[in-house]
């Protein structure tokens, strides 16, 4: 009888293994800080020195693949993001610390490239505003946190004296800064602007960068109180200064 048991036993531990194997990764727990070959695999966790877990991280031979998630030090879920092969592609959500989603930046390549959206604490939707490989665009847009789309009204201002012309913004933000150049597409900021700022919200050029044009674009960029990027363009005639 018992040479019968053990076969049985044998046999019916072997279709428990393969019914798990079998089960969807919806019903199984990826294996915790798995390595094969010396490569990272699935879900791995690390933990602060008092046991608190800080991140979970998704991996697929050896590389972050899925998704990643990071924990404030209270315990809430700070961040999410996704990978694909090692480099961020998807979207990456902060959380406030109520659960809100905070801001969701989109990634494309390893780039922010989309429209990056932010919220308030209490879910009402705090700014949308479109980037290009991690450089803002024109068009931002803001909210309060009643819904009420706010309205931005920025003028540059001119002194010309000798061949040198200040440029600074009419409501005295110290926060703005200058351009010379055209935006990518149109739109976007890029590393080859020529920045002409002095500091205190004050830019300065000389007289020569209209390099024989009538007219010479100046992009000014400033932060609101929501630490939001506003990009707009002002054309100045050379004949008016």
Known sequence: MRKLI???LLLTGFYSCEESLNSTPENVK??????????KEGLHEIRKSDGSLRNEITYLDGQRHGLSTDYYDTGEKRMEIDYVSGVKSGNVTWFHRNGEIYRVNPY???????VQKK???????MSELELFQDLPGTGLKEWDRGGNEKKFKLKLVTKKTGDWVQVSLASKKQSATFYIGELKQGKF?????????????VGEFNMSEFKGKSTLDIIVKYKTY?????IFVSTLKKSDL
Do not use: A, R
């Open 6 to 8: 053990l076969p049985f």
């Open 30 to 39: 990826p294996t915790i800080n798995q390595v094969v070959d010396g490569k």
């Open 108 to 114: 494309v390549d390893g780039y922010i490239q989309g």
């Open 119 to 125: 919220y308030y604490e209490n879910g009402q939707q």
């Open 189 to 201: 900021m890029h590393n080859s602007l020529k920045d002409v700022t002095l500091g205190k919200g």
């Open 226 to 230: 929501n630490k939001n990027p506003i």
